[in-house]
């Protein structure tokens, strides 16, 4: 018999599965089971956006892409950021077509960080960043924010985290799985202390258009100073329902594009051609799909944050992306135990805080990306196993 673990890459090996995908894969198996699990909108892909690609697949336009893209993709993506967020991308060099954001997260990462650099990762956080930090040798670094604090980053807090290892920070704002955002002026301060420290940022923007403030998103690339040492990682699941398409886009300085264009041409070789033509549609047509999307989601939001305080669980307000993040220390469960128990007695799905960070424990990540009938009677279900608890005290 072949020991296999004598060839496996033992960083890999050593990397726990996502919490995520374990819960959803408890509820696939299970019948009648409401998921509040995973991030993907209810939303079907917009129809011009799907007719789109249906055109060009009757073309026949299906031979592979540039390795960067379709030139006219990258060009709508180059005048999407001028005119949303007021930043200037060149689409032949500094920008790269993936497939999904999680792709261009990986492509990043691995085209920075080598055997011992250390990056600072906000958690709680998606589940990606840490795991592909360690199989490059990296060290993994946690900066843990606090409901206190909003879930926000605090300039101190980064300052005080800063080593002479340090080359690389991963910003996820809008948050997931905490909703928390960071203002423009909150950008400003942070920028202070990268730029003094030297510091890259990846910053994870694939909720940018899912932000509940009158003002909006601010990417930190659109800071004085920043868009040199940004790779700014965004795409199209959650912004027009193209979960299955999978295709996101990251933008960065040219040197830094051209070599996750290497390694992407390597591991890729191009993202799917048809995924392509849609989302050129989407860029150019998109606007009200998203207005329409999001006020929908802003209705569920609100309603999600006063259910579950209505049923005496603590849920801070998240003003960006289509999760809430409530507290269940008051149940005296774990995270995993709560949702372990949840999903066995009430056929309700949601995902344990600890998922995204050993800071997240305590806490549950519930997605209100899902019909307002589903959310409703999660919620009363929910509430009657809370309840349920207390009686057993």
């Known amino acids: 018999m072949i020991n296999y673990d004598n060839y496996l890459n033992k960083a890999l090996s050593g990397i726990k599965p996502s919490g995520i995908r374990k819960f959803f894969s408890i509820a696939e198996e299970m019948d009648n089971v409401i998921s ?114 909003e879930f926000k980053l605090t300039p101190k807090e980064l300052k005080e985290a800063i080593t002479p290892k340090t080359k690389l920070l991963v910003l996820p704002y809008p948050n997931n799985p905490t909703g928390a955002i960071l203002t423009e002026s909150e950008l400003k301060e942070l920028a202070e202390v990268i730029i003094e420290n030297d510091l890259i940022v990846i910053s994870d923007e694939i909720y940018s258009e899912l932000t509940y403030t009158p003002e909006g998103h601010t990417s930190v690339a ?27 886009y990251a933008l960065g300085p040219a040197p830094i594009i051209k070599q996750m264009t290497k390694l992407h041409q390597f591991a890729i070789m191009s993202a799917p051609t048809n995924s392509q033509y849609a989302a050129i549609d989407a860029l150019r047509n998109g606007d009200d799909d998203i207005k329409k999307m999001k006020v929908d989601y802003d209705m569920r939001r609100r309603f999600t944050v006063d259910g579950f305080r209505k049923i005496g669980l603590d849920c801070f307000e998240p003003l960006g992306a289509f999760y809430v993040f409530p507290c269940i220390k008051s149940t005296g469960l774990t995270s995993e135990e709560f949702a372990e128990r949840l999903i066995k007695s009430k056929r309700v799905a949601v995902v344990p805080g600890d998922a995204f960070g050993d800071c997240g424990e305590g806490y549950i990540r519930v997605s209100y990306c899902y019909s307002i009938d589903n959310i409703k009677e999660a919620i009363r279900l929910i509430g009657e196993f809370v309840e349920e608890l207390k009686n057993e005290g």
């Open 36 to 149: 509040l699990g995973v991030g993907e909108p209810d939303f079907k892909t917009p129809w011009h956006i799907r007719q789109y690609g249906i055109d060009y697949l009757e073309q026949g336009r299906t031979r592979y892409t540039a390795n960067a893209g379709l030139i006219e993709l990258r060009r709508e993506i180059s005048n999407y950021y001028a005119r949303r967020f007021l930043i200037k991308y060149n689409p032949e060099t500094e920008i790269l077509v993936t497939v999904g954001g999680s792709e261009g997260i990986d492509m990043a990462i691995r085209a920075l960080v080598e055997t011992g650099d250390e990056v600072l990762i906000v958690e709680p956080s998606f589940v990606c960043y840490k795991p592909i930090v360690e199989v490059c040798g990296g060290i993994a670094t946690p900066l843990v924010t606090k409901e206190e604090n």
């Open 222 to 248: 659109s800071i004085k100073g920043m868009q040199e040492r940004c790779i700014v990682i965004n795409g199209f699941s959650k912004t027009y329902s193209m979960t299955g398409w999978r295709l996101g």
